[in-house]
């Protein structure tokens, strides 16, 4: 029996999510490589974190977004599971804004992360 757990996110594009992941100060492996688990158990993830007490926590493809994967048990980060993931897609969700913005030619004219952790961000196009 697997003790991984599958959490659903809604991220979908594996860049952006490494970019987030660098954003954030966190070090990740890129795949295809295992996430190791209890006992020995390993799942395929693109995208991993190793953790120092050797059970990891990993992004697997499931057909629709990137799941975020690990041995719940052996959770070793400094935020709790719903307070990491609360900051992994604060980050995507911004990164995502910020490149499509840029894409359409705006650029960013102030970003402000709130007292309440929300980030307010305005973006401006000049047109001729």
């Known amino acids: 029996m697997s003790h991984f757990s599958n959490i659903k996110t809604q991220i979908r594009n594996l860049d952006t999510l490494k970019t987030t992941l660098s954003n954030l100060g966190?070090?990740?492996k890129e795949g295809p490589c295992a996430v190791r688990g209890y006992q020995g158990q390993t799942l395929e993830a693109a995208l991993v974190l190793e953790q120092d007490n050797a059970y990891d926590i990993g992004f697997a493809w499931n057909g629709q977004a990137y799941e975020m994967v690990t041995d719940l048990q052996y959770w070793?980060?400094?935020?709790?599971?719903?307070?990491?993931?609360?900051?992994?897609t604060q980050g995507y969700a911004l990164e995502t804004v910020l490149t499509e913005s840029n894409k359409q030619g705006f650029q960013v004219a102030?970003?402000?992360?709130?007292?309440?952790?929300s980030i307010r961000l305005v973006v401006q196009r000049w047109s001729a």
Do not use: M, R, Y
């Not at 070793?76 to 992994?88: A, D, R, W």
């Not at 102030?110 to 007292?115: C, G, I, L, S």
């Open 110 to 117: 102030e970003q402000q992360t709130q007292a309440d952790g």
């Open 76 to 88: 070793q980060q400094p935020l709790s599971v719903e307070g990491f993931l609360q900051k992994i």
């Open 26 to 28: 966190l070090s990740w």
